[in-house]
C-alpha cells in the first residue's frame, strides 16, 4: 500500500511477531534530528491556511485531565469544552460549521470513565480511559488486564496503555509482544494506544523497535509518551515512529494511528506535528483516526490564535471558555 | 463553503511569501542600475555599458549592473594595492576587529542578504536564510579569530598582496565569504569579481562592509564577465594570487593563463560526487539525505551528491522510497517559505540539463520525474531521479549542475570504491551505513577532499573545503584553507635566484680523464630505477656525465617519454600498499635508507667531490643528507591531521593524505641532498615518486639506487629516470596519471610545468627560478614540504545513537 493511498479503515489485526524485522530496524539519530529540524522551516502555513489548519488540529485533540484531584464535576466540565471546543462566534467568522469542529476524545483515568461518558452522550466524542497501571504501568499483568476490561465495561472506547518498558530495554520482543497482545484481547471492540514511554528507552532505535512490537501485536495507535517522564514527545522521536508506522503500513497493507502526548503546548507546535504526519505519512494520518494530540492545555492557545485571526488583534485566555 | 472551510477539509499548503520590499528598495536607492564598488564607493554607471540582472523565478528584470572592463579591474587592482600595506599594518587585532564587525553586520542584515540572493540566483529563501546567511556569518567570525591568531599559529608567514577572487552563481554570497573572509584575515586585499548572473549580493555586501568601517580599497567588486573582467583581472600583473570557483573547463583555462606569471592559484571546481548507500543503512535518513545531496539549491552545487551507488539487496526499495519523496517535494516561487526547490540560474543552464537528460535517455536510462508540474514562469526543472545508468553514460560521468541524480548498484565495498572514483572528479563523497567499520573503512578509499558518514552537504568555516584530482586543489575553511593566502617571508631565508649555469652533455671521448698508465676502473653501466629493478632506457642510449673541468666521469641512461611512462605505471601499481602502511613502518624504512646512504657515505663523498671540487662542502652535503632522511623518518608519524571543531555533534576528521603518485625535477644546486630533500618528504607521507635526478651530477641518484635496493624500500615507491630535462619533465608534467609535480629549476622549467599540468589539474609546487638554501633544515625541510606532499580530506561523522 503506498501511503498516499486511502486508508484501509479497519482495525490493525496486528501480526505473528517477526523478530528479523525488528533486528534489522536501523535509525541513525543525527540525520533523523537534521530532518526533524528542517521540517519546520521547509513548511509553514499562514493566514487562512493557519486558521483552518489549527481547527483541524482542535479535532484531533485528546482533550485530557490526568489529575490526582479531578472530580466528576471537573470531568464534565471539560466534556462540555469537548464539545464547543471554539467559540462559536469565531467560527461563525471563520466560516465553519460548528458541529464539524469537536475534539477527538476526552481522555480520563477510569474513575472519571462514566461521568466522561455520560457527559459527552449523544455527541458521538469518544472516551478514552488511560488504563493498565498508568502512569508506571508495573502493578500486576492480571490487574492490568482487568483495569482495561473494567474501563471497557465502563464505556471507554479508546485504552491508552503504557508498555513495560523493561521488555525493550532488555529486548525481550516477546515479553511485549505477548503484554501488547493480551492487551488488546481484554479491549475487546475498543481501540487500544500503546504509550511507549520513549522518554524511558533510551535510543530511537529502541524507539522504532518498540513501536514495530506494538504493531504486530495489534495495537491501533502508538502513543509517545504518558505526560509523566521527563522527555516528552519530541520531533525527533516522533519522527522515528512515524518512519514505523509507514514501514509497518508498506509491509503489511495496516494502518496504524500516531499520537504524540505531553508537552504539546502551542499552537504552533500543534501545527509542527500537522506538517510532520503530512510530509512522511500523507494525508489520511491527518485525520483523528489515525492522529490524535494529547495535550491539556494546547486548545486555549489555538483559541487565542483564532481570535487573532478574526480580530486582527492578540487574544487573552480570559476571553475563551474553560474546560 | 468558506476559504478556512475549505482548508479544513483538504489541508493543504498556501503561500508563504517573503517580502521582497527591502530588497527592491534597496535597489531602488542605487537607481537601480549599480556601478562596481571600488575603493569604498560605487563607480558612476552613466554612459556605461550596463547589462540586466534578471530574476530566475519571474525572467524579469531585477536590476542593471555595469559590464566591467580592464581599466575598471585596473582601477580596483590600484585600489586594493595602495589599501594592502595599511591593511596588514593594522596587525592581527585591528584585522580580527574589522572581520567581527562584518560578522555582525551580515547578522544585522541577514534578511536582506538571504531575500536580495533568493531574489537574484533563484535559491528557495529557506535555503539563503538558514544555510547562507549563517555560514557566511560563521565564516567571517571563524576567520576574525584566524586574524587575531596569526602571528601565534602562522610565524613567519606574511601576505601574498592583492588577491583577485572570482566566484560562481550557485552561491554568490557564501563563496564571496569563503574567499574573502580568509584573504582579509590573512592581511591582504581583494578584488573580487561575481558572476555575471549573480553580482547583487557581492555589491550589496561590499557596501555593508564599507558601513561597518572596513577601509577603502580593502574589498573591491567588480562586475562584468568572465571573458572580459575576469580575463582582465587573471591577467593583470598586479596581481599576486588567483582563486577561483567555478567549472573545471574556466579552472583549466585559469591554470593555463597564470602558469610562469608567479601567480598563486586556488581552484575550487566541478564534482560528480558519489553518495554511497550500503544495505545496513538508515534507508528513510538516506532519502532525506539523497533531498540535501541533489535537491539543495536545484542541485547547481559543486559537490552535489548526483550519483547515487546503493547496494544490490536494498536498491530497489531505495528507488521506490525516493519516488515517494519526490512526488511531495514543492517547488516554486522561491521567496514562498513553503518550498523545497527553486528556479535554475538562467535559461543557459536549464537547457544544458534538459539537453543532458535526452542525452542519458538516448543512451537508454531511465529518466523519472513527480507527477507535479513545473511553474508555467521562470526557470525551473523538476527533480529527475534516472535508473539503468551504466558507469560509462552521460549520466554517470558528466556534471550536470542541476537537480538530476544517477542510480547505479554495486554488490560489495571493493566496487562500491572502485565506481565511487570511477570520475575524473574528486570533490566530495558521502557514506551511508550504521557500520562504522565499514564508513571508516570506505572513507579514506575514496578520493574525494571531503567525505561525509550518515551526512552531506554540511558545511563549515572550522572544516576545509576543497578538491582532488581535476575537483581543483587548496583549500577553503580551517586552518587549512589559510595557506592559500599566505607566503614564507623569504627574507629570513635569503633565498635568490638560481644560477643558469648547467653543465650540457657533449661526446667526450671515453677515459679522457683517466691518468696514463692507471689501472682502469671495473666498468660500470649506470641505469634507470623503476618499480625496484635497474632496467636499461627505452631507447638503450646514454648520456655523459662530464665533472666541472669538462672531463667525463660516466654515463647515465638517456631516459625517453616511455621511461617516465613505465615509471609513473609502477609507481601508481606501489602507492596505494606504500599509502596503507602504518606511519611507523615508513619511518623505519626512511631510518633504514639513512643507515644504508651513512654506510656509503665515504664513495658518495668521493663522488660529491668530484662535481663541486670541494671535499669539505661534499661531506657536509653528504651529512645534511643522511640529516633529512631522519628529519623525514621522525615527521612520518607525526604529520598529525586535526580534528576540527566543528558546530555540529560531530567529529570533522581532517586526515593529512598523500597526493598518490608524484613526480618530482630535482634542483642542479645540490645533486644527492636536493634529491633526497624530495624524495624523503614525499615517500615519509605515502607518496611513490617518480623522481628526475639533478643535470648537474645524475650519477649520484644512480649511485643512489644501489641503497634503495638494500633498505627495503617497495619496488615502485621512489623511480629514479635520468636523462634529458627537456625530454622528460614535459612528459612528467602533462601525464594525467600523476597526482602532483615538484620543480627546483628556472623560471622558464615552472612555466612549463604549470602550464603541462593543465591536463588533469595536478598539483603544482614550482620554485619559480628561485633557490632554497638545501643545507638549511630551516628552509628546505619540514611543514612547508609536508604540506606539498599531503592533501587535506575532511571526514564529517556525526554520532549519537
Same mark, same amino acid.
Request: hydrophobic fraction near 45%.
Given at each position: 500500500m503506498s501511503t498516499s493511498d486511502a486508508v484501509v479503515r479497519e482495525r490493525n489485526p496486528g501480526v505473528p511477531l517477526d523478530l528479523e524485522w525488528v533486528r534489522e530496524v536501523r535509525v541513525n539519530r543525527s540525520a533523523v534530528e537534521r530532518r526533524a529540524s528542517t521540517l519546520g522551516t521547509r513548511r509553514t502555513v499562514k493566514k487562512a491556511w493557519q486558521a483552518a489548519w489549527l481547527l483541524r488540529a482542535v479535532t484531533l485533540m485528546d482533550l485530557t485531565t490526568l489529575s490526582g484531584d479531578d472530580t466528576p464535576e471537573r470531568v464534565r466540565r471539560l466534556c462540555a469544552k469537548a464539545r464547543r471546543p471554539v467559540r462559536e462566534d469565531l467560527l461563525e467568522a471563520l466560516g465553519v460549521a460548528p458541529e464539524a469542529i469537536r475534539v477527538g476524545a476526552v481522555c480520563v483515568y477510569h474513575q472519571m470513565v462514566s461521568a466522561a461518558v455520560e457527559a459527552l452522550r449523544g455527541s458521538g466524542i469518544p472516551v478514552a480511559a488511560v488504563s493498565a497501571g498508568f502512569p508506571h504501568g508495573l502493578s500486576p499483568l492480571p490487574q492490568r488486564i482487568q483495569e482495561i476490561r473494567a474501563s471497557v465495561d465502563a464505556g471507554a472506547s479508546e485504552i491508552d496503555i503504557v508498555i513495560t518498558r523493561g521488555h525493550v530495554l532488555g529486548a525481550d520482543w516477546?515479553?511485549?509482544?505477548?503484554?501488547?497482545?493480551?492487551?488488546?484481547?481484554?479491549?475487546?471492540?475498543?481501540? =487500544?494506544?500503546?504509550? =511507549?514511554?520513549?522518554?524511558?528507552?533510551?535510543? =530511537?532505535?529502541?524507539?522504532?523497535?518498540?513501536? =514495530?512490537?506494538?504493531?504486530?501485536?495489534?495495537?491501533?495507535?502508538?502513543?509517545?509518551?504518558t505526560g509523566k517522564e521527563a522527555v516528552n514527545a519530541t520531533l525527533p522521536v516522533g519522527l522515528t515512529m512515524v518512519r514505523a508506522v509507514r514501514a509497518y503500513a508498506e509491509r503489511t497493507d495496516w494502518a496504524v494511528g500516531f499520537k504524540p502526548a505531553g508537552g504539546i503546548r502551542t499552537a504552533k507546535e500543534s501545527l509542527l506535528w500537522l506538517i510532520l504526519m503530512k510530509e512522511e505519512l500523507g494525508d489520511p494520518w491527518t485525520h483523528p483516526e489515525l492522529f490524535r494530540f494529547g495535550a491539556s492545555s494546547l486548545l486555549g492557545d489555538i483559541e487565542r490564535q483564532l481570535e487573532h485571526h478574526v480580530t486582527g488583534r492578540y487574544s487573552a485566555a480570559h476571553r475563551h471558555p474553560l474546560a | 463553503m468558506s476559504k478556512v472551510a475549505e482548508i479544513f477539509r483538504t489541508l493543504e499548503y498556501g503561500p508563504a511569501p517573503e517580502s521582497a520590499e527591502r530588497a527592491h528598495e534597496w535597489l531602488r536607492s542605487h537607481g537601480g542600475a549599480l556601478g562596481h564598488f571600488i575603493h569604498g564607493a560605487f563607480t558612476p554607471v552613466e554612459g556605461r555599458e550596463l547589462s540586466e540582472s534578471l530574476n530566475p523565478a519571474t525572467g524579469r528584470p531585477l536590476a542593471r549592473v555595469i559590464r566591467g572592463s580592464a581599466e575598471d579591474v585596473d582601477q580596483a587592482v590600484a585600489s586594493a594595492r595602495s589599501a594592502q600595506p595599511g591593511w596588514w599594518a593594522l596587525g592581527p587585532h585591528g584585522r580580527a576587529r574589522h572581520l567581527y564587525a562584518l560578522a555582525r553586520q551580515v547578522q544585522r542584515q541577514g534578511r536582506l542578504l538571504a531575500v536580495l540572493e533568493t531574489l537574484d540566483n533563484g535559491k528557495p529563501l529557506r535555503e539563503s536564510r538558514d544555510l547562507d546567511v549563517p555560514l557566511?556569518?560563521?565564516?567571517?567570525?571563524?576567520?576574525?579569530?584566524?586574524?587575531?591568531?596569526?602571528?601565534?599559529?602562522?610565524?613567519?608567514?606574511?601576505?601574498?598582496?592583492?588577491?583577485?577572487?572570482?566566484?560562481?552563481?550557485?552561491?554568490?554570497?557564501?563563496?564571496?565569504?569563503?574567499?574573502?573572509?580568509?584573504?582579509?584575515?590573512?592581511?591582504?586585499?581583494?578584488?573580487?569579481?561575481?558572476?555575471?548572473? /549573480?553580482?547583487?549580493?557581492? +555589491?550589496?555586501?561590499?557596501?555593508?562592509?564599507?558601513?561597518?568601517?572596513? !577601509?577603502?580599497?580593502?574589498?573591491?567588486?567588480?562586475?562584468?564577465?568572465?571573458?572580459?573582467?575576469?580575463?582582465?583581472?587573471?591577467?593583470?600583473?598586479?596581481?599576486?594570487?588567483?582563486?577561483? /570557483?567555478?567549472?573545471?573547463?574556466? $579552472?583549466?583555462?585559469?591554470?593555463?593563463?597564470?602558469?610562469?606569471?608567479?601567480?598563486?592559484?586556488?581552484?575550487?571546481?566541478?564534482?560528480?560526487?558519489?553518495?554511497?548507500?550500503?544495505?545496513?543503512?538508515?534507508?528513510?535518513?538516506? %532519502?532525506?539525505?539523497?533531498?540535501?545531496?541533489?535537491?539543495?539549491?536545484?542541485?547547481?552545487?559543486?559537490?552535489?551528491?548526483?550519483?547515487?551507488?546503493?547496494?544490490?539487496?536494498?536498491?530497489?526499495?531505495?528507488?521506490? &522510497?525516493?519516488?515517494?519523496?519526490?512526488?511531495?517535494?514543492?517547488?516554486?516561487? #522561491?521567496?514562498? &517559505?513553503?518550498?523545497?526547490?527553486?528556479?535554475?540560474?538562467? #535559461?543557459?543552464?536549464?537547457?544544458?540539463?534538459?539537453?543532458?537528460?535526452?542525452?542519458? @535517455?538516448?543512451?537508454?536510462?531511465?529518466?523519472?520525474?513527480?507527477?507535479?508540474?513545473?511553474?508555467?514562469?521562470?526557470?525551473?526543472?523538476?527533480? /529527475?531521479?534516472?535508473?539503468?545508468?551504466? !558507469?560509462?553514460?552521460?549520466?554517470?560521468?558528466?556534471?550536470?549542475?542541476?537537480?538530476?541524480?544517477?542510480?547505479?548498484?554495486?554488490?560489495?565495498?571493493?566496487?562500491?570504491?572502485?565506481?565511487?572514483?570511477?570520475? @575524473?572528479?574528486?570533490?566530495?563523497?558521502?557514506?551511508?551505513?550504521?557500520?562504522?567499520?565499514?564508513?571508516?573503512?570506505?572513507?579514506?578509499?575514496?578520493?574525494?577532499?571531503? %567525505?561525509?558518514?550518515?551526512?552531506?552537504? %554540511?558545511?563549515?568555516?572550522?572544516?576545509?573545503?576543497?578538491?582532488?584530482?581535476e575537483s581543483g586543489f587548496g583549500r577553503e575553511g580551517g586552518l587549512e584553507g589559510l595557506w592559500e593566502y599566505v607566503r614564507r617571508d623569504d627574507a629570513a631565508h635569503g633565498a635568490k635566484r638560481a644560477s643558469a649555469r648547467v653543465p650540457r652533455g657533449r661526446p667526450v671521448r671515453k677515459g679522457a680523464a683517466r691518468g696514463a698508465g692507471a689501472l682502469p676502473p671495473v666498468d660500470r653501466t649506470a641505469k634507470l630505477y623503476v618499480g625496484g629493478k635497474q632496467v636499461r632506457p627505452d631507447g638503450d642510449t646514454c648520456l655523459p656525465v662530464l665533472g666541472p673541468d669538462g672531463a667525463l666521469v660516466g654515463e647515465v641512461g638517456r631516459g625517453s617519454r616511455k621511461d617516465v611512462r613505465n615509471a609513473v605505471e609502477a609507481a601508481r601499481k606501489a602507492q596505494a600498499g606504500w599509502g596503507a602502511r602504518t606511519a611507523h613502518n615508513r619511518a623505519q624504512i626512511?631510518?633504514?635508507?639513512?643507515?644504508?646512504?651513512?654506510?656509503?657515505?665515504?664513495? +658518495?663523498?668521493?663522488?660529491?667531490?668530484?662535481?663541486?671540487?670541494?671535499?669539505?662542502?661534499?661531506?657536509?652535503?653528504?651529512?645534511?643528507?643522511?640529516? @633529512?632522511?631522519?628529519?623525514?623518518?621522525?615527521?612520518?608519524?607525526?604529520?598529525?591531521?586535526?580534528?576540527?571543531?566543528?558546530?555540529?555533534?560531530?567529529?570533522?576528521?581532517?586526515?593529512?593524505?598523500?597526493?598518490?603518485?608524484?613526480?618530482?625535477?630535482?634542483?642542479?644546486?645540490?645533486?644527492?641532498? $636536493?634529491?633526497?630533500?624530495?624524495?624523503?618528504?614525499?615517500?615519509? /607521507?605515502?607518496?611513490?615518486?617518480?623522481?628526475?635526478?639533478?643535470?648537474?651530477?645524475?650519477?649520484?641518484?644512480?649511485?643512489?639506487?644501489?641503497?634503495?635496493?638494500?633498505?627495503?624500500?617497495?619496488?615502485?615507491?621512489?623511480?629514479? %629516470?635520468?636523462?634529458?630535462?627537456?625530454?622528460?619533465?614535459?612528459? +612528467?608534467?602533462?601525464?594525467?596519471?600523476?597526482?602532483?609535480?615538484?620543480?627546483?629549476?628556472?623560471?622558464?622549467?615552472?612555466?612549463?610545468?604549470?602550464?603541462a599540468s593543465i591536463g588533469n589539474l595536478k598539483r603544482t609546487w614550482v620554485s619559480r627560478g628561485r633557490t632554497m638554501d638545501w643545507m638549511s633544515a630551516d628552509h628546505a625541510e619540514g611543514r612547508e614540504f609536508l604540506r606539498e606532499a599531503t592533501q587535506v580530506k575532511n571526514i564529517w561523522i556525526p554520532y549519537g545513537e
Open positions: 516477546e515479553a511485549l509482544y505477548d503484554e501488547v497482545r493480551g492487551f488488546r484481547e481484554a479491549c475487546g471492540e475498543a481501540h =487500544l494506544k500503546t504509550i =511507549l514511554a520513549t522518554g524511558e528507552l533510551g535510543t =530511537l532505535r529502541n524507539v522504532a523497535r518498540a513501536s =514495530l512490537v506494538c504493531m504486530m501485536a495489534g495495537a491501533d495507535f502508538v502513543k509517545t509518551s | 557566511v556569518a560563521r565564516h567571517l567570525y571563524h576567520h576574525a579569530g584566524w586574524a587575531q591568531l596569526m602571528e601565534a599559529e602562522l610565524p613567519g608567514y606574511r601576505p601574498l598582496g592583492v588577491v583577485g577572487q572570482i566566484v560562481p552563481w550557485n552561491f554568490p554570497l557564501l563563496m564571496l565569504a569563503w574567499k574573502v573572509a580568509p584573504a582579509l584575515a590573512m592581511g591582504n586585499t581583494v578584488v573580487l569579481k561575481p558572476a555575471g548572473f /549573480t553580482s547583487l549580493t557581492a +555589491l550589496l555586501f561590499a557596501e555593508l562592509a564599507h558601513e561597518a568601517g572596513l !577601509p577603502p580599497g580593502v574589498l573591491n567588486v567588480v562586475c562584468g564577465d568572465g571573458a572580459l573582467a575576469g580575463a582582465a583581472l587573471v591577467a593583470h600583473p598586479g596581481v599576486d594570487k588567483i582563486a577561483f /570557483t567555478g567549472s573545471t573547463e574556466v $579552472g583549466r583555462s585559469l591554470r593555463e593563463a597564470t602558469a610562469g606569471s608567479g601567480k598563486r592559484l586556488s581552484l575550487e571546481l566541478g564534482g560528480k560526487s558519489p553518495f554511497i548507500v550500503f544495505e545496513d543503512a538508515d534507508q528513510d535518513s538516506v %532519502v532525506e539525505g539523497v533531498v540535501d545531496a541533489i535537491w539543495f539549491n536545484q542541485g547547481q552545487v559543486c559537490c552535489a551528491g548526483s550519483r547515487i551507488l546503493a547496494q544490490e539487496g536494498i536498491a530497489e526499495a531505495l528507488e521506490r &522510497k525516493l519516488r515517494a519523496r519526490m512526488e511531495t517535494l514543492r517547488m516554486g516561487d #522561491p521567496l514562498d &517559505k513553503t518550498v523545497d526547490m527553486g528556479a535554475i540560474v538562467a #535559461p543557459v543552464q536549464l537547457e544544458r540539463i534538459r539537453a543532458l537528460v535526452e542525452q542519458g @535517455r538516448a543512451e537508454g536510462a531511465q529518466v523519472w520525474q513527480p507527477s507535479w508540474a513545473v511553474p508555467g514562469e521562470g526557470w525551473f526543472y523538476p527533480p /529527475t531521479l534516472c535508473t539503468g545508468c551504466a !558507469p560509462a553514460g552521460t549520466l554517470a560521468q558528466v556534471e550536470i549542475f542541476g537537480p538530476v541524480v544517477a542510480m547505479m548498484t554495486f554488490r560489495t565495498p571493493a566496487e562500491a570504491v572502485e565506481l565511487a572514483n570511477d570520475t @575524473r572528479y574528486g570533490l566530495a563523497a558521502s557514506i551511508w551505513s550504521e557500520n562504522i567499520n565499514l564508513a571508516l573503512d570506505v572513507a579514506p578509499k575514496v578520493k574525494a577532499g571531503t %567525505v561525509w558518514i550518515n551526512c552531506t552537504n %554540511v558545511f563549515d568555516a572550522a572544516s576545509g573545503f576543497g578538491g582532488y584530482r626512511l631510518y633504514y635508507l639513512a643507515e644504508n646512504l651513512a654506510a656509503r657515505g665515504e664513495e +658518495l663523498t668521493a663522488r660529491l667531490a668530484v662535481f663541486s671540487g670541494d671535499a669539505r662542502d661534499a661531506a657536509a652535503e653528504m651529512d645534511a643528507a643522511v640529516s @633529512r632522511l631522519f628529519s623525514y623518518a621522525a615527521w612520518a608519524d607525526k604529520w598529525d591531521g586535526r580534528v576540527h571543531a566543528t558546530p555540529h555533534r560531530m567529529v570533522t576528521l581532517a586526515m593529512n593524505e598523500p597526493l598518490g603518485v608524484v613526480g618530482g625535477v630535482c634542483p642542479d644546486e645540490r645533486p644527492l641532498l $636536493g634529491l633526497v630533500s624530495l624524495l624523503a618528504p614525499l615517500a615519509a /607521507t605515502g607518496n611513490a615518486a617518480v623522481l628526475v635526478p639533478s643535470r648537474t651530477a645524475p650519477l649520484l641518484a644512480t649511485d643512489l639506487y644501489q641503497v634503495l635496493d638494500t633498505s627495503d624500500v617497495p619496488g615502485g615507491v621512489v623511480n629514479l %629516470v635520468t636523462g634529458l630535462h627537456d625530454e622528460l619533465v614535459p612528459t +612528467l608534467a602533462a601525464h594525467d596519471d600523476v597526482d602532483g609535480i615538484w620543480y627546483f629549476g628556472s623560471a622558464e622549467g615552472s612555466a612549463a610545468v604549470e602550464r
